[in-house]
């Protein structure tokens, strides 16, 4: 299979938000998503510290699917980072 964008397993939950690592060309990519973006994805469940892994699980794929869209529009912010919200 040839990606142009791979997702680590690297995944980190913050205040409001969820990172996670893309990999194009060797280069690390933090993708974040928020909260409220995931509550979307997963039939508007309150999303937390407490169980933003679980959920970020649960719409993984889509999050993911989002992202490499961004990231293949190269969609970033200033900072180099793609933002989902």
């Known amino acids: 299979m ?3 964008v791979i997702f680590t397993d690297q995944v980190f939950i913050e205040v409001d ?4 690592i893309a990999q194009q060309q060797g280069m ?3 993708c974040y998503v928020s909260f409220s973006a ?3 994805l997963c039939d ?3 999303v937390s510290e407490g169980n933003a892994m679980c959920l970020f699980e649960q719409c993984r ?3 993911e699917d989002q992202a490499e869209a ?3 529009q190269e969609a970033f912010n200033d900072s180099g980072d793609i933002v989902l919200v």
């Open 2 to 4: 040839n990606q142009s």
């Open 28 to 30: 690390h990519i933090n």
């Open 38 to 40: 995931i509550s979307k």
């Open 17 to 20: 938000n969820v990172r996670f």
């Open 61 to 63: 794929f889509d999050i």
């Open 44 to 46: 508007k469940q309150v």
């Open 70 to 72: 961004l990231i293949e």
